[in-house]
């Protein structure tokens, strides 16, 4: 059932009608439309003192020099707190409030202020706020100053500067080189020291762009080890206002790397001229000509040539590499597309120092004449590789038993002429360790040939080593000489 309505009182009702219009007539009344006077209060001077009584403070006189005073014995209530004043705290002064110190660093010290005054009297005044002669003032801040002095010679101090250029340069020598290269901005000292050779005497540079120039401020530094595999050289060498001089100036280089390097042979040739004491040299898959081949035989002191590979080499280029560099113990010629006559100027004229030699890939170039003329120009050979020399026969295994006494390594790799059971006799070799013949037999006779010549090695090694200046995992060394920067 729902609920009945109850008939609202008619007083009530009107009450509030009254009550709204009240309310909306003073929301209308404004100042501008003649609102009613503003009300004053005032009290006489005893009711002034009763309503300073029940507030709980007194009646200031305009004499009155304190702050604040209060009665001999005063106590006033309120809803939540009550303090009791005593006798002895009838009057008193509040303390000045200090300012907040101020910390200043050794060089704000000379700032002035925007009040005009000095930072430092600031600072004393506020650490001895009670002192206040001239003369305990001038001692204060002369001991600041000397302080001061004294930490900014501490702080700035350069320490570094007393140390010898012979310890400067053996700190230097745990540096990165891209860090030495920033260090030669910091003043003129380092910038001299920096260039010192001692710092470049070996650098790794493979697998970078060398811009026009580059390469010639880089020998500039006597670079004895470098090292530009797979790296792409722009020319011209030497750029500037001294490259005619710098053209003429020897390089320090004794081992030198340009494996497959992208370069022209202009640019080979104007950096060739000017390297005479080369020790070890690869130029693997690069293309030269006879006229850089001469630059390369004025290396009295070449013990490795790397040729790899190589394009543009001829009879005519060979002639100074076999001529002058009568010291080599490793040449690799391998797969170079010599032909015939090179072939035999090769055989005939090859330095009897030689260790390790490669000629593989000669095809029907070499035969068993070149070869017993090869035994014999170079009796001292240790290391061997006439693969894929498919004119060879059993005789040239024979020739090489009977005339190399010091072979160690010997690789006919997909010589198909030679049969397998001459083979064995290389057994007659005592220093025989390993004979490469890939592609030539089958499993079971692979085995039979293994038992046959107990001792060793059969097809253990695929790729020949000779002469090439990085061999298996060794990537940050060529011939063993490390060239990249310790890791400290």
Known sequence: MGKAKIPKNSSDCATKENISYKSRKRKATSPLQGSQPNMTWSFNQQQTQNLLGEMGVENLSQSSSESCSLPNIYSFKTPAFIWNLQE?????????????????????????????????????????PHIKSKSSDGFLKNQMLGRRASQEFQDYYDYFSMLSDEIVLTIFQWVPKFVLAKCARVCRRWSRLVIDESLWQRLDLSNRTLLPGVLGHVLGRGVSILRLAKAEILGPVFTGVTSVINCTRLSRIQYLDLSMASTTTSVLEEFFCICKDLRKLSLENCTVNDKICGYIGENKNL???????????????LVPITTNCRKLESLNMGWTNLHKHSIVYLCLCLPQSLQNFNLSGCRENITDDEVKQLVKTCPNLRELDLSDSTAITCESIHLIASHLNHLEHLAVSRCYYIMP??????????????VEMFGMLKDTALRQLRETMRGVDINKFPFSC???????IRRTSIWGLRVRDNLA
Request: charged residues 10%; aromatic residues 2%.
């Open 466 to 472: 000779v002469a090439r200046p990085t061999t298996g």
């Open 88 to 128: 002895d705290s009838s009057s008193f002064h509040l303390p000045p409030v200090p300012a907040a110190p101020r910390i200043l660093l050794p060089s704000q010290v000379d700032n002035i202020t925007q009040n005009g005054e000095d930072s430092l009297s600031l600072v004393t005044t506020y650490s001895t």
């Open 421 to 434: 059971t001459t083979m064995p006799v290389l057994g007659q070799i005592n220093s025989l360790v390993a």
């Open 303 to 317: 013990e490795v040539l790397n040729l790899a590979m190589c394009q543009g080499i001829t009879a005519a280029g």
